[in-house]
């Protein structure tokens, strides 16, 4: 079994004239916490496409654990614990956060089938508990317990942004994805997001790669840092070999990284 659990090997997409991403290689071992960074347009959401497989490449391949998942659905790659965030908000707005994170954990089912359903079996009740107990421990973990009956869509966007990440990890992912999830969060939420972040790897050995243009957050939380620039990667290495990079402080860091 490969070392890895997550690889992208030679990865081409094209919009029409627009090279997207162009022969790009990544891959990520579990618990770590890998930083995806880059100049707006770098390709950076469509990579997480292609991983997540929203998105066919024109070239290359996607292999989890080793097995080549390239043709496979987003809904298979969830199923075999790869989840993402959304760099525009995907909230269910209507629903409380707590309906929010039990939501997220449904595709599992109930066990029992429509049988279950209609007499209420004791193996679907247990079940229910099971989620609800699942569900309040994320929420108390994200810092959102005194938030659970309010409804996600009425909640300010660092909050909102916190949800999404409790829903993501409603059942325990061996691969997340996130892009971009500390925008519009204060100071004092991206310290929560990093605590939540660093114990999915830590503790649950969880694959994690984060995409944030906030470059000091990237570097404090991450012990690799990969750079994409037009398509491409430019560098890859520690937070501090990145940092050093001429070529990396030229493209993206300018002199504000110093
Ligand atoms: N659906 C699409 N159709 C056409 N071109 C697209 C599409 N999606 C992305 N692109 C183009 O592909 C390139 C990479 O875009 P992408 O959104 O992946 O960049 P990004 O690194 O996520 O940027 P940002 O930091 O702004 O989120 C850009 O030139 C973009 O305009
Ligand atoms: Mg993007």
């Given at each position: 079994?490969?070392?890895?659990?997550?690889?992208?090997?030679?990865?081409?997409?094209?919009?029409?004239?627009?090279?997207?991403?162009?022969?790009?290689?990544?891959?990520?071992?579990?618990?770590?916490?890998?930083?995806?960074?880059?100049?707006?347009?770098?390709?950076?959401?469509?990579?997480f496409?292609?991983?997540s497989?929203?998105?066919?490449?024109?070239?290359?391949?996607?292999?989890?654990?080793?097995?080549?998942?390239?043709?496979?659905?987003?809904?298979?790659?969830?199923?075999?614990?790869?989840?993402?965030?959304?760099?525009?908000?995907?909230?269910?707005?209507?629903?409380?956060?707590a309906?929010?994170?039990?939501?997220?954990?449904?595709?599992?089912?109930?066990?029992?089938?429509?049988?279950?359903?209609?007499?209420?079996a004791?193996?679907?009740?247990?079940?229910?508990?099971?989620?609800?107990?699942?569900?309040?421990?994320?929420?108390?973990?994200?810092?959102?317990?005194?938030?659970?009956?309010?409804?996600?869509?009425?909640?300010?966007?660092?909050?909102?942004?916190?949800?999404?990440?409790?829903?993501?990890?409603?059942?325990?992912?061996?691969?997340?994805l996130?892009?971009?999830?500390?925008?519009?969060?204060?100071?004092?939420?991206?310290?929560?997001?990093?605590?939540?972040?660093?114990?999915?790897?830590?503790?649950?050995?969880?694959?994690?790669?984060?995409?944030?243009?906030?470059?000091?957050?990237?570097?404090?939380?991450?012990?690799?840092?990969?750079?994409?620039?037009?398509?491409?990667?430019?560098?890859?290495?520690?937070?501090?070999?990145?940092?050093?990079?001429?070529e990396?402080?030229?493209?993206?860091?300018?002199?504000?990284?110093?």
């Amino acid at each position: 079994m490969s070392k890895h659990i997550l690889e992208a090997r030679g990865i081409d997409v094209r919009f029409g004239g627009v090279h997207a991403l162009t022969g790009v290689n990544l891959h990520l071992r579990p618990g770590e916490v890998c930083g995806l960074i880059g100049p707006n347009g770098a390709g950076k959401t469509t990579l997480f496409d292609v991983v997540s497989g929203i998105r066919r490449p024109d070239r290359g391949r996607v292999l989890l654990h080793g097995a080549d998942i390239t043709r496979r659905s987003p809904v298979w790659r969830a199923r075999h614990g790869m989840r993402r965030t959304f760099q525009r908000q995907q909230l269910f707005g209507q629903l409380t956060v707590a309906d929010n994170l039990l939501v997220a954990q449904e595709w599992r089912g109930g066990g029992g089938g429509l049988a279950a359903d209609l007499l209420a079996a004791p193996t679907r009740r247990t079940h229910e508990r099971e989620r609800r107990a699942r569900a309040s421990t994320v929420l108390r973990e994200c810092g959102l317990a005194p938030l659970a009956d309010d409804y996600a869509g009425a909640l300010p966007v660092g909050r909102a942004r916190m949800v999404e990440l409790a829903r993501a990890v409603a059942d325990p992912p061996g691969v997340l994805l996130l892009d971009e999830p500390a925008s519009g969060m204060t100071a004092y939420e991206r310290g929560q997001l990093s605590a939540v972040v660093r114990h999915l790897a830590e503790e649950e050995n969880c694959a994690v790669l984060l995409v944030e243009h906030n470059v000091a957050f990237v570097m404090e939380l991450c012990a690799r840092v990969v750079v994409l620039d037009l398509g491409s990667v430019l560098a890859e290495g520690t937070a501090a070999e990145v940092r050093a990079n001429p070529e990396v402080r030229d493209a993206y860091l300018g002199t504000s990284a110093a």
